[in-house]
């Protein structure tokens, strides 16, 4: 054995509250280093998008459609039903990807060449792991759901 048990367990403290500093700091910059678009930005989304704006307005479909699209918001918006639009349109594009890469999945098997390169994917082949939103390893309730 080449350290001892105290100190194996002393060099594991330091090392966790040492990874822990730097991934605070890290965060910290990483949040710090965010700031709000500065004011010129707007100034110059206005100049160069002004014949778009008056496109918009000046013709009677585009504006009674941002009249519509302006109504439409404020209903959701006093009917608070931003969060199930929100989550419906999640679950609709989840759907989408799903039959997507199943349709994929079945194009690339009646193929030859689909074929060779499903038989291809197998070789040298390295685990991938599922992250969540903050970077760390997600629960995976099925390992057979994956693809």
Do not use: C
């Not at 048990?5 to 822990?20: G, I, P, S």
């Not at 605070?24 to 910059?29: G, I, W």
């Not at 013709?59 to 929100?86: C, E, K, R």
């Amino acid at each position: 054995m080449i350290l001892s048990e105290t100190k194996r367990q002393d060099l594991t403290v330091r090392f966790k509250k040492a990874a822990d500093g730097v991934y605070v700091e890290a965060k910290r910059s990483a949040i710090g280093g965010m700031t709000q678009v500065p004011l010129y930005f707007y100034a110059l989304l206005l100049a160069l998008g002004w014949n778009e704006i008056v496109a918009v307005l000046r013709n009677p479909v585009y504006f009674l459609f941002l009249i519509l699209l302006g109504i439409g918001a404020y209903v959701t918006y006093t009917l608070n039903l931003w969060g199930p639009m929100l989550n419906m349109a999640n679950a609709a594009s989840h759907q989408a990807l799903e039959e997507g890469k199943k349709r994929l999945r079945e194009f690339l098997e009646a193929s030859d060449t689909g074929r060779q390169a499903i038989a291809m994917a197998g070789q040298d082949e390295v685990p991938m792991q599922k992250l969540n939103g903050k970077g760390r390893r997600a629960e995976v309730e099925d390992e057979d759901e994956e693809i």
